[in-house]
């Protein structure tokens, strides 16, 4: 009143009513990701567009899952008579359990809820495992994917499969509606990144003498 300049608008109404160009972008990001995610969730429940190939995405999602190859890798490591064989089992051994430590540590500290269109009847889950990003499964599925490519001689016809394998797996945790597009993107990639690390750490009978005295 009178002249008097107006009272400067507080700095948090501010940033709403100039958000920024990177929160414009983030914001666009996350919608298109949602609504992607919900229109490619199509083995979501029985009644979905494909809800009668549910069965096999989820024998897929076993297949992708930590239990069945940390239980296999330890069974074939204590089967093997092979010092080689036993040298690659046992750091594939190590780089799933890095990689089960690292996704519960990310998930912990993301903590982004699963999509909403996602039923809870996941293969043994933990208390992590209610959140969803990144995918452990699209994390696993790259890192053994890179992992058998560079340690077990294929023929051509077998390596295609393990990729497609890995591919596959991604794939089924969107359409299961277990996972959002990006949290399965982000996931293939950091077990990706993630055998490098195994590579650069791997464990040798020079290296951690006494993990190979155990065996």
């Not at 969107?174 to 993107?185: E, Q, S």
Request: charged share 15%; proline share 5%; aromatic share 8%.
């Amino acid at each position: 009143a009178g002249g008097s300049a107006a009272a400067p608008l507080p700095e948090e109404d501010c940033m709403k009513l100039n958000p920024s160009f990177l929160g414009i972008a983030l914001s666009s990001l996350l919608a298109i990701d949602l609504w992607a995610s919900k229109r490619l969730g199509v083995c979501a429940a029985e009644g979905s567009a494909w809800g009668g190939a549910r069965p096999l995405m989820k024998v897929i999602e076993v297949s992708g899952h930590g239990i069945p190859w940390l239980l296999g890798t330890f069974y074939g490591l204590c089967q093997s008579d092979s010092s080689a064989a036993r040298e690659v089992l046992l750091n594939l051994l190590f780089a799933l359990l890095l990689d089960l430590v690292l996704v519960a540590a990310v998930k912990g500290l993301v903590r982004r809820r699963r999509p909403t269109h996602n039923k809870m009847d996941m293969f043994v889950t933990i208390s992590v495992d209610k959140y969803s990003f990144p995918s452990g499964h699209a994390t696993r599925a790259a890192l053994v994917c890179r992992f058998v490519l560079h340690h077990l001689v294929l023929a051509v016809p077998l390596r295609v499969l393990v990729v497609l394998w890995a591919l596959i797996v991604g794939v089924s945790r969107v359409m299961l509606g277990r996972h959002n597009v990006t949290d399965v993107v982000f996931g293939l990639l950091l077990g990706y990144m993630l055998y490098s690390v195994v590579e650069y750490c791997w464990l040798s009978p020079l290296s951690a003498p006494a993990l190979f005295a155990l065996w």
